[in-house]
């Protein structure tokens, strides 16, 4: 069983930054693929950015260049730094961990970004 926290949403003026962290439980986390999904009103969830075990990302192209995931094994925590934020990034933000049959997929609570001027 994993348990994941998120941490770091707010509200911010568009193209300000802000980073999100996702404190995860247990001690295999690194052998899991992790990734940030949001969901906005009425819209359905969607994948921002994953990170594998091994390191390798992948980001949703309305994010590329803004936003980077990152995790630190050693901390069990994964994070989303998110910069030039605009209003379409308005989402609640969830943290995914999927590790195949085996493992199993998990999801934390989500965090609320709002960006508005």
């Known amino acids: 069983q994993v348990q994941l926290v998120e941490s770091g949403g707010g509200l911010v003026q568009p193209g300000e930054s802000l980073r999100l962290s996702c404190a995860a439980s247990?001690?295999?986390?690194?052998?899991?693929?992790m990734g940030w999904y949001r969901q906005a009103p009425g819209k359905q969830r969607e994948l921002v950015a994953s990170?594998?075990?091994?390191?390798?990302?992948n980001y949703a192209d309305s994010v590329k260049v803004r936003f980077t995931i990152s995790r630190d094994n050693a901390k069990n925590t994964m994070y989303l730094q998110m910069n030039s934020l605009k209003p379409e990034d308005t989402a609640v933000y969830y943290c995914?961990?999927?590790?195949?049959?085996?493992?199993?997929?998990?999801w934390g609570q989500g965090t609320q970004v709002t960006v508005s001027s």
């Open positions: 990170i594998t075990s091994g390191g390798s990302t």
């Open positions: 247990g001690s295999i986390f690194s052998l899991y693929t």
């Open positions: 995914r961990a999927g590790g195949g049959v085996s493992l199993g997929l998990y």
